[in-house]
């Protein structure tokens, strides 16, 4: 039996290692070299290509290299039988809770303008946006979501939460399902950590940034794909956005003549906001493999039904 690691522009070798360490009798193997396809019963993928994973004959189940699942559902050619699990370790919580809280204080201490200023050389102050002016809604509240939301509690920040079930959360007041204009009209900064999925495509509208208490903010932390380009432009424009910070995009990398470039109210980074530590990660991976092998149930098995 053999552990296929398997992604698109992603340099695997580290995760080899780590699993190696962890277990040197294991039998690893990288795409696209590899070289008994029937010996492998258990993969690792971050972006595989589309329908690659059915030359697998003995595929049991695929591991996401992260913690968003939407690239192995949308590939048709991974059937029903195969379970689907993802990556839930401290550190990726850890990174996005700082992304997130660095985010928002950017936002309100003025941090791009003043970037831009210096290139320019220009003297000009700005008043901090009050933080009772700053109440974080996170939409998405699993477990990224509530790490996000802690960390900002601890930093001085009001936080509203809004998921599919309800969540009891200490200090934040949380709403589920058809209370999302209640939750918005609570938002000045809205951060999406939902996972992509049928209902949750587009869910970043004109609507919802309407509906959201004034002064605002979005950071889109989740997929590019939660996001209507067209109308987070026209938000801007028209002032019912004050601004944007997007870690994920559409298309990636975003193309070097995308309107996102030269618009200095939108703050770009590519896909960094939370990496996955291939150490950390490879216990998870060997501990999915192991089970798997022995027909135990996984860890953090996704849920097909409910799309994450
Ligand atoms: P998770 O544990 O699966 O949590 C998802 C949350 O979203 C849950 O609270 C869920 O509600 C809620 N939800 C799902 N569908 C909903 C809907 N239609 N309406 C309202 N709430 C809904 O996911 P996670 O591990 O926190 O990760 C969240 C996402 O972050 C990932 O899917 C991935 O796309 C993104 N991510 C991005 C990066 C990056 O570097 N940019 C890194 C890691 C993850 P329930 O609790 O009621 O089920």
Known sequence: MSLLLIAKNRDMNSLKEALLEI???LDVEIWPRVENKERVTFAVSWNHPEKVLQNYPNLRAVSSLGAGVNHLLSDEAISE???LTRIVIPSLKDQMAEYVLNAVQNYRL???RYVDQKRE???SKHEPIPKSDCTVGVMGLGEIGV???KRLLVNGFEVVGYSRSKKLIDDVETYLG?????FLSKTNVLVCLLPLTKETNGILDLDIFKKMKKPSYLI???RGAHLVEEDLVYALDTGALNGATLDVFEEEPLPSNHLFWNRPKIMITPHVASITDPK???GLIVENYKRSLSGMELLFEVDREKGY
């Not at 058809?178 to 209640?182: F, G, R, S």
């Open 23 to 25: 277990d040197p009798n």
């Open 81 to 83: 039988d195969i379970s």
């Open 110 to 112: 003025h941090t791009a």
């Open 121 to 123: 050389g220009f003297w």
């Open 147 to 149: 790490e996000v939301s």
């Open 178 to 182: 058809d209370e999302l204009d209640e």
């Open 220 to 222: 889109n932390v989740a």
């Open 280 to 282: 950390e990660a490879a």
